[in-house]
């Protein structure tokens, strides 16, 4: 049977408990973590497992999702796996996150129903992935070729405890600039890195970044796949 991961914040726990309600009336077999992760697991590790056998993710939309570390890492493991993401606002006039800003959203719960009700979903196919299918080789020579410093920088940050789910990082032209923010995120410095922003741009270019500047300070966000790949490969 297919399964349908839900994505929230559990400020939201009244909105993902409602779509709970339709699923189980639909026979709609589902993951919410609170009901399926067991006391003492590795949170992380059973996000991942859910999203593999899962088909679809569906994503509250809220203020609080937005300022949540885990929803963008598990909407980024969900597209890194090929999965359905299905945006579910709680909020409309929020602005939604550049990371989804081009799917369609719905924010009415009779239409979220009408389409599991008239939508038959695919049963999930499990596709081994390898280390060459996160970042294709060609393109990863040229990448370790053009910027060795900045990946080695970025892989430490990665790897380091207490970053497993960092995925953001701002451009600053020196570490006299002054940023606060409440979200954890990487710092790369211009005075550090010759032609960081260029840098940068063609890693957005390979799509393995994303620009997702919320105001002055250039923002970008890594890709499931990029994270990976910085994770596995060896860097000389």
């Not at 991961?5 to 026979?27: M, P, Q």
Request: aromatic share 10%.
């Amino acid at each position: 049977m297919s399964k349908v991961f839900i994505s929230y914040s559990h400020e939201d726990s009244e909105a993902a408990d409602s779509i709970v309600t339709v699923f189980e009336k639909l026979g709609i077999e589902y993951f919410l973590d609170v009901k399926h992760i067991e006391w003492g697991r590795s949170i992380s590790e059973e996000v991942r497992g859910a999203l593999k056998q899962s088909v679809a993710i569906l994503v509250i939309l809220s203020p609080a999702s937005i300022k949540s570390q885990w929803v963008p890492y598990e909407v980024g493991c969900g597209r890194a796996l090929n999965k359905l993401v299905l945006p579910f606002l709680t909020y409309p006039p929020i602005d939604v996150p550049g990371y989804m800003g081009d799917l369609r959203r719905i924010s009415i719960m009779a239409e979220m129903r009408k389409y599991f009700e008239n939508t038959p979903l695919p049963e999930v196919v499990e596709i081994p992935r390898t280390r060459i299918e996160l970042v294709p080789a060609q393109t990863a020579s040229k990448v370790i070729r053009l910027m060795p410093e900045l990946l080695a920088e970025m892989q430490c940050d990665v790897k380091s405890e207490g970053n497993e789910l960092v995925r953001e990082f701002v451009i600053l032209p020196n570490k006299r600039v002054a940023f606060s923010s409440t979200k954890k995120r990487f710092h790369y410095f211009e005075n550090e890195h010759r032609d960081l922003k260029n840098k940068v741009d063609f890693l957005e270019q390979l799509g393995l970044v994303h620009d997702v500047t919320p105001g002055n300070a250039l923002t970008y966000r890594m890709s499931e796949e990029f994270v990976d790949w910085l994770r596995e490969v060896v860097l000389k």
